[in-house]
């Protein structure tokens, strides 16, 4: 699970949209019959029954293990490795089988056969599942929407400009005309009337294409702070994302360098002053990505912190008698701080993080305050 | 880490993409690490048959909640516990422990992968009466039917003790007969003019006896009352359902010699104990939406006590905290209580004292 984090983490400055079905490989192992719905595809059964979520009956298909490259979509292999591309670290995926007629798509089947209308072989192609991709593709920033369904990657190409790319659960670009928007600079909170007064706030336009929206907000400074508001349902609620770029995003194609790819291990030091050093040493991190927005690299270091936590639990009965209960309070503290700065960060919420932080940074001070 | 992948296709690596927000695998497997947890901290309401709407004790039944597992942990709603460890010591804590919370949202996050051993998906045994048989049981006269249209409702019904004698309370305990419907009961007494709250009880809860040589009077002509609340789940929608709960009575044999009183503190009306006395339990009501309700003690030498702090309680889970070793407190010493709650909410703290 780490290691699979930190490749996402050090996958933030890189892009590239790549699709999301590609032809099938071969891989060692055989791919297997399994069941999933056809409206929740992230439930896969070994066998044939009802969906778990919406009792639908489950419909046959058939998939395969592969690991994947975070940045190189086509990438799929049959072990953990390097990407023969970029080098990163690959990451395990489930890749689904679909066999469809050439000239008829949709005929589809979970095996192989012949076109019911024309004859043809059906020809294989596999696709992966949703979110296993929360890469930008752009070199900004990406978040998923509260729905869990939508996705959002807010980019600042030029000074002056923000643009919003919106993806669905399997990372596909959808036509930003279909949606609504603002980029708001500035807000201030009514105590009174308890609600949010938009002071500065641009439309977000859909470019001719349609592959973003798009607003000019003024000055081009740096660093600068937007927050996206984002309609996705029709006369559903705007949801925010808060976005602060240090510098100007850069739309690269291709990342070769691989030196920076950590191993993603964590050591454990042996005594508990050891781990509360190393609480405090990610703490700094978490409080500078904070400050300087980077909200969807915030959980690395706030869950390596939460996994140290967990690790001077055990050492809680060594401290002294009068330490314990409020030891025991801040190990919990942090564990749900951490889960949660990973939660609002990839929503891309300020406020919640911000809010989350404090508890985290309290948590940890409380840990100091007994271990040095 | 790695090794794990090479377990079964479907069962582990399929399993690990359910509600997988990122391409994420926890170590943490539904039957090794998640039902033991479940079981002891969710079963007594979250099983078939019981109080919630769904049962968390079969995987099947449990993966679909991932991600509302995860909120409701995270939002320390669930399990309905809300004592700050920080303060007090408390008997049958319900709350989870840091690795337990943990553990949870890594599996729920983590792709909710089954594992490999079935373990047991029945809940352990549920004792009928885990004190032991009672010395009186109060059983409702005849059923509440909560007809098909009602989805919610509170009802209060008396039951008169007939006693010859006044007798002494060691324990209550609560039995509901639809447990499906049956969300929490509050157990009173009434004589003289007054009502008193002495227990409350709620799925799951473990009842407690007072300590040895202790009891609570009952005077001859108390009667004894019963608060239910009754609340479908969508499981019960439209169903009309009955429920014929009872309240067990545990008496000494004779007066014990030290007896149990209640006093109520709110926020506008501390309680200045009169004589030297020993605090055995605090029991808040609250109503609304409150942010925090804390209990202190100010001893005659002006030294300050936190006793109890609740965080966001909620009003549907009513509990009585038992403390582990009783708060021997001097006369002169006062109980305060202080609530973060919005204008017009007075939380009420009910404080079992032994003089």
């Known amino acids: ?372 | 880490m790695r090794a794990s992948f090479g377990l079964g296709l479907v069962v582990v690596a399929v399993a690990s993409t359910a509600f997988a927000h990122k391409p994420t695998v926890t170590t943490f497997t539904y039957n090794h690490d998640i039902f033991p947890i479940f079981e002891a901290k969710c079963g007594s309401c979250h099983r078939s048959g019981g109080v919630a709407p769904m049962s968390l004790l079969t995987y099947k039944e449990a993966f679909p909640w991932g991600v509302s597992i995860k909120n409701e942990v995270l939002d320390l709603a669930m399990p309905p516990w809300f004592a700050d460890e920080r303060y007090g010591e408390f008997k049958h804590g319900a709350g989870l422990s840091a690795k337990e919370m943990d553990t949870i949202v890594d599996w729920c996050l983590g792709g909710s992968p089954e594992g490999e051993t079935p373990v047991g998906t029945s809940p352990s045994s549920y004792v009928n009466w885990p004190l032991g048989e009672p010395e009186l049981i109060l059983m409702m006269p005849s059923p509440m039917v909560l007809d098909a249209a009602t989805s919610e409702t509170i009802q209060e019904l008396t039951f008169e003790t007939g006693l010859a004698e006044p007798v002494y309370l060691r324990a209550l305990d609560f039995q509901p007969g639809a447990p499906n419907i049956v969300r929490s009961a509050t157990i009173t007494i009434r004589f003289g003019g007054r009502k008193q709250t002495i227990a409350t009880w709620i799925p799951g809860q473990t009842p407690e006896a007072l300590p040895e040589g202790r009891g609570r009077l009952i005077p001859v002509e108390a009667e004894v009352g019963l608060e239910l609340h009754y609340k479908k789940t969508w499981l019960d929608e439209g169903s009309s359902v009955e429920d014929r709960s009872a309240v067990a009575i545990y008496l000494h044999d004779e007066d014990p010699g030290q007896l149990v009183e209640t006093v109520e503190v709110t926020s506008t009306s501390a309680h200045t104990l009169e004589a030297d006395a020993e605090l055995v339990a605090l029991l808040p009501r609250v109503d609304g939406d409150i942010e925090a309700v804390v209990a202190e003690v100010v001893r005659p030498d002006g030294s300050r006590e936190r006793l109890l702090r609740l965080y966001h309680p909620n009003s549907e889970w009513p509990r009585k905290y038992w403390l582990v070793k009783p708060i021997a407190l001097p006369a002169g010493s006062r109980v305060e209580v202080t609530a973060t709650a919005p204008e017009g909410a007075t939380p009420v703290v009910l404080v079992d004292l032994i003089s």
Request: hydrophobic share 40%.
């Open chain 1, 1 to 372: 699970m780490k290691t699979a984090r930190i490749v996402m983490f050090l996958a933030f400055a890189t892009v590239q949209a790549l699709p999301a079905t590609a032809k099938p490989q071969q891989h060692e192992s055989a791919p297997t019959l399994a069941w999933t719905c056809p409206l929740h595809r992230e439930v896969t059964e070994s066998e044939e029954g009802q969906c778990p979520i919406c009792e639908r009956s489950l419909v046959p298909t058939l998939v395969q293990q592969a690991w994947s490259c975070p940045i190189h979509a086509v990438v799929s292999e049959d072990a953990a490795g390097a990407c023969p591309i970029c080098q990163r670290d690959l990451y395990l995926i489930t890749e689904e089988i679909r066999f469809a007629c050439p000239m008829h798509p949709e005929e589809t089947s979970h095996e192989e056969g012949e076109c019911s209308i024309c004859h043809m072989a059906l020809v294989a192609s596999t696709s992966t599942r949703p979110h296993q991709d929360h890469n930008p593709k752009h070199g900004g920033m990406f978040f998923m929407a509260p729905d869990n369904w939508h996705h959002l990657e807010g980019t600042y190409p030029e000074g002056g400009v923000f643009r919003a790319y919106l993806f669905n659960n399997f990372s596909e670009p959808m036509n930003a005309k279909d949606f609504k928007g603002r980029a708001v600079l500035k807000e201030v909170f009514d105590t009174e009337t308890k609600q949010t007064r938009e002071l500065v706030a641009y439309p977000l336009l859909a470019s001719a294409d349609g592959a973003y929206l798009e607003a000019y907000v003024g000055s081009d400074t740096l660093p600068r702070e937007i927050t996206a508001k984002v309609q996705f349902e029709r006369n559903g609620k705007f949801e925010r994302f808060d976005f602060i770029f240090a510098e100007l995003s850069e739309d690269l194609e291709v990342v070769t360098d691989a030196t920076a790819v950590s191993s993603g291990e964590l050591t454990v030091p042996e005594n508990p002053n050891g781990i509360a050093r190393a609480i405090a040493d990610r703490n700094v991190l978490v409080r500078e990505l904070v400050t300087s927005g980077a909200m969807t690299e915030i959980y690395l270091p706030a869950l390596e912190a939460k996994d140290l936590a967990v690790a001077l639990e055990s050492h809680i009965e060594a401290s002294p008698l009068e330490t314990r209960q409020e030891l025991q309070w801040a190990v919990k503290q942090l564990v749900r701080a951490a889960w949660l700065l990973d939660d609002y960060g990839d929503l891309g919420n300020r406020e919640k993080v911000y809010a989350a932080y404090d508890m985290f940074d309290e948590a940890v001070e409380t840990i100091q305050s007994v271990f040095r």
